[in-house]
């Protein structure tokens, strides 16, 4: 049986520790390795992963890409799961993971992103983001959509076997934003990209701190000057909430 190690990159995430922490609790089977890695937080995200039994790695200089090679360069698991602090996942996700990538045929997958609040449900935005899975590699890699790549962010938990993530040379760590998208434009070269019917929740609160039509727009001008290749200064479009 495929192991399975969680790597979770984070920055100032301390509110959001507590629950994440509850929810790879819940999972069973457990995953063989779970890998907090710090990209240089100024709040209590690192002594709190500590005191909740996390293993923390933390990586200079930040970025999310970075923090992904690395946390994926330390691991000790043959698949992995590249899990955001603020997604949370089914408890039988180890399982359905390593079930997934039983298929050889599949470099790398991820799971259907619900955006929801405490009192609200994204509905709009959920199914915004599905679609674009779809749309996005058809509009801007059209030869890559039809080899079976899609376009998974962040917020779907993708995962992948660690040696076809290091063939293609990991996530660009110059990359601010996009990098799961461009991961999956090279590692399709590996196999085909999955979105797989099973769902993991994870918090709106970009939307809610920016209103759902204006975070569909950022959402939309970050993904069209990506798939133009106008990367300079993309992370500018994107700032960070938490």
Request: aromatic share 8%; with cysteine.
């Amino acid at each position: 049986m495929s192991t399975l190690t969680i790597v979770i990159p984070v920055l100032n995430e301390a509110s959001t520790l507590p629950r994440l922490a509850r929810n790879l609790a819940s999972l069973e089977p457990q995953p063989n390795e779970v890998i907090v890695v710090d990209g240089g937080s100024d709040d209590d995200t690192v002594s709190l992963a500590q005191s909740l039994g996390l293993k923390v790695i933390e990586q200079t200089p930040a970025g999310r890409a970075r923090q992904i090679n690395r946390g994926v360069e330390e691991a000790v698991s043959n698949l992995i799961c590249v899990l955001h602090a603020d997604t949370w996942l089914p408890d039988d996700a180890v399982s359905v993971i390593q079930a997934t990538m039983l298929d050889q045929k599949t470099a790398l997958a991820g799971f259907t992103a619900i955006l929801a609040g405490d009192k609200t449900t994204r509905w709009v935005t959920s199914l915004h983001n599905w679609a674009k899975t779809w749309y996005a590699p058809l509009l801007f890699r059209p030869h890559l959509f039809f080899k079976g790549c899609r376009l998974l962010f962040g917020d779907h938990a993708m995962f992948f076997r660690k040696e076809q993530f290091q063939a293609v040379g990991g996530c660009d760590p110059e990359m601010m934003v996009m990098e799961e998208a461009d991961l999956c434009v090279k590692i399709v070269s590996q196999g085909r990209v999955r979105l797989i019917n099973r769902i993991v929740e994870t918090s709106d609160r970009r939307v809610a701190a920016w209103g759902e039509l204006k975070a569909n727009w950022i959402y939309l001008q970050v993904g069209i000057r990506w798939g133009l290749g106008l990367r300079k200064r993309l992370g500018d479009q994107y700032p960070d909430v938490r």
